[in-house]
Structures are given as C-alpha cells and as structure tokens.
C-alpha cells in the first residue's frame, strides 16, 4: 500500500489521479499539489464523485526546492510523481533526494531558456540516488515510456538483434479547432519547431524541421503524412537495445496544423526570448500559450483515435524479422473514463503503472532508470489490464 504525492493538476494529471484512485487498493493515500490549488480541488471534487475516493490537494511551486521539501516532508510519500512540466524536473528530484523519497517523472529535463531537453543533468543524479537506497524512473509516460517498453519487449521476445526501429506517433483526433495542442502548448511547439535528428551508426544526423517525411498506414486510421522529429527516449534507447544501427521518432501532423505553426514561427509567436511590449516584457510561446486553447478543455470536443507504436528490424535464429507493437486509443472512451482526451490519457496510464510497480517492488532499485532497463513483461500485462492494450504484428 503506497502514499504518492502528485505534482501538476494539468491534463495529464488528472489521468493520473483517475488511475491511482481506480487502483485504491495500491495507492492507499494520494496527494495532489499544483502552482494552483483550484485545479486541484476540481480534480478532488470529481475523483470523490466518480469513485466514492478521498484525495488530499496542496499548493506548491515546484520550482522551488525548498517549498516542495516542506510538502514532501508533511505529507511523507513512497514516491513522488512529477506530473508538471519538464521544467521542474531537476527542483523535484532535488527535493526527493533531501528526503529520501522514490521519484517518476513523464519527460525530460528541459531548461526553460533553451530549447534543447537531454538526459544528462538527470542521469547525473545516478550515483547520489543509489547512496541514498531510492530510485528515479524517467519518462513513463507513453513516448517516451510505452515506446521504450515496447522496445525492450521486442528484444526480449522477438529478437537476437534489433537493427532498426522506427517510433510512429499519430494522432487522428479532431477536436473541431483551427490550431490547438494536445499537450501543454510551449512544451508541444517547442519540440516540433526544433531541428529534427536521428541516430544511424553511432551519429546523430541532424535535419531541417519537417524535413523528412513519409507516409505510413495506421491501423484504426489510415494513411498519415508522418514527419521525423528529434524525441527524447532515443537517447536512451541506442544505449539499451542491442546491435541497433538505427533508430528515428515520425509523428503525423495535418497540413493545417503545419500551416498554423509556420505561420505563427514567421510573426516570431514561438519564440522563447523576452519581448519588450509596453513596458512590459513578454515571452512570445508564452503569450501565445494563453491565447490557445486549454489542452484540459480539449477532452469534450475531441474525436478519432491515436495509433502510437514501434516498428522492430533485425534477426532472430539467423533469419530477418520485422515486428510492429502499437496501441490504439479512442479520445471519446478515454474522455468518458477520464473526463481527458487521449493524448492525456495515454501519457497518465502509463505514470500510474510505472508508480503501482515501484509501489509493490517490481521494479525497484536504487538509482537512476529509463524504463528499457526492467522487465517489459509486467508493464505490458498492466498495459493490457489499464486500457492500453497493444497489438504485435509480424510485417515480413
Ligand atoms: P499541462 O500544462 O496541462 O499541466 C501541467 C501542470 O503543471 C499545470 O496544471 C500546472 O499547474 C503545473 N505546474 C506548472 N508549473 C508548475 C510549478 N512551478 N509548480 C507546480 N505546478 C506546476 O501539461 P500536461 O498535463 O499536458 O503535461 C504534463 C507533463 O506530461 C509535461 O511534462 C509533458 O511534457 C508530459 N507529457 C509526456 C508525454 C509522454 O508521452 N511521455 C506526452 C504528453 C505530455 P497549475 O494549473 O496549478 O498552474
């Protein structure tokens, strides 16, 4: 029986806090604290209605480190799971290693002045969480998250080596808006505006943004222009899988998605330095953020499916193999679950089974983790058994 604190009451977390209270019988005491008590008192509301569950809430700025050891003193929690932004990664990892307490996080570590998010500051931690007898897990969301285990699934059950591997993320929703995102704005923009890059024979190759594309056939979807982007669980990924020789990240975008974007990156809205306006100093993709459509309210409107997924290249027994493991996910069942969307949703699932796992010892142990790194079996029956159930594809 685990006492968890949750950090971030944006759409993800509420995801997460649906699971952990669907999962009562593991998540015996459940916190949840954000920069604003009001989410998390709606969210409190609505997890005692729909499942009789009592939650507590607590504000708290988890950029700082010293008001989130205060909380996490108070409250005592197994494991913290940072549900916020990437930005607060590095505070809350801090404040878990001063109390010695469990942490999981979704992303990675991005500094807000620089659009660039890597493993290194994290991985960093390693040593200091194996002194100190606590682990960290990072990126269990789905991509990164899901996508790692099912690579580690594949090596495990499918192949001797894995050559290439292809990380395909399509979202076929709809959610009747000329241009909004399904996940924090600033967060979204900043990664899909970036240079792309890909790992082949031990290089990164980096590439224009939008420059590669291909089109690949969803299943639940259909055909979708898919477009290589830099994503974050390929760092960790060419160091686990064995004999990989490549590996790239696709994720499907409308044109008019595209459009908006280029548009909105011409008149200088993503930009991520401060603007003087009025006397006053903007930050442009911030600015924007609060023009855009709440990811939060998006759930009600939105249709269609997601397709996330892994395609497996390599041999087994001396012969050539080629595996696809994917998901699909309706928006509309996960609005009714959740009351979010499936891109939330998707993304809290897997931070509950991270955090049930950790919680009953499956996976545990000091350090600093991606999630290749344990067995993929007990994710996978989690997987199923969560509303996240998978498919493996033999393709040749
Ligand atoms: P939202 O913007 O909806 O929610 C983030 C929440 O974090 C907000 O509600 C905000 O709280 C809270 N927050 C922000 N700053 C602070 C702070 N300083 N102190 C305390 N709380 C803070 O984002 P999402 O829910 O869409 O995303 C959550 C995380 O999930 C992000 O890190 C995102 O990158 C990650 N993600 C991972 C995916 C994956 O597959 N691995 C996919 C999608 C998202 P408040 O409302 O109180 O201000």
Known sequence: MANVLIIGAGGVGRVVVHKCAQ?????????????????????????????????????????????????????????????????????????????????????????????????????????????AGIMALLGSGFDPGVTNVFCAYAQKHYFDEIHYIDILDCNAGDHGYPFATNFNPEINLREVSAKGRYWEEGKWIETEPMEIKMVWDYPQIGKRDSYLLYHEEMESLVKHIKGLKRIRFFMTFGESYLTHMKCLENVGMLGIEPVEHEGCKIVPIQFLKTLLPDPKTLGARTKGKTNIGIVATGIKDKKERKIYIYNVCDHEEAYKETSSQAVSYTTGVPAMIGAKLMAQGVWMKSGVWNMEQFDPDPFMEELNRSGLPWVVEELS
């Open 23 to 131: 999962n009562s019988d593991v998540f015996e005491k459940i916190t949840l604290a954000s920069r604003r008590l009001e989410s998390c008192k709606e969210y409190q509301d609505e997890i005692k209605e729909r499942y009789g569950v009592d939650i507590d809430i607590a504000e708290v700025d988890a950029d700082s480190v010293d008001q989130l050891v205060k909380l996490i003193e108070r409250i005592k929690p197994d494991i913290v799971l940072n549900i916020a932004l990437p930005y607060q990664d590095l505070t809350i990892m801090e404040a878990c290693l001063r109390t010695n307490t469990h942490y999981l996080d979704t992303a990675n570590y991005e500094h807000p002045d620089t659009a660039k998010f890597e493993y290194k500051e994290q991985w960093a931690y390693d040593q200091k969480y194996k002194d």
